[in-house]
């Protein structure tokens, strides 16, 4: 299953918060991708709480000169 499935309609827990941890992922994303997964999520979840990380178009050296 990927995380752009509808994976959601695994859970079976009905009507409680969750937390939604999207790690190491992101970068490897179109953003039509991430656009399904916060569908997914929204879609399923009433209350939803998601940490991710997120990464820039610049590198270390980049911001350093």
Avoid: C
């Avoid at 656009?35 to 991710?52: D, E, L």
């Amino acid at each position: 299953m990927s995380a752009m499935d509808n994976w959601g309609g695994e859970i079976k827990e009905q009507a409680v918060p969750v937390l939604v941890i999207i790690e190491g992922l992101t970068m490897y994303l179109s953003e039509a991708d991430m656009q399904r997964i916060f569908a997914v999520i929204s879609g399923r979840f009433q209350k939803a709480a998601v940490f991710m990380e997120i990464m820039n178009e610049h590198n270390e050296t980049e911001l350093l000169d």
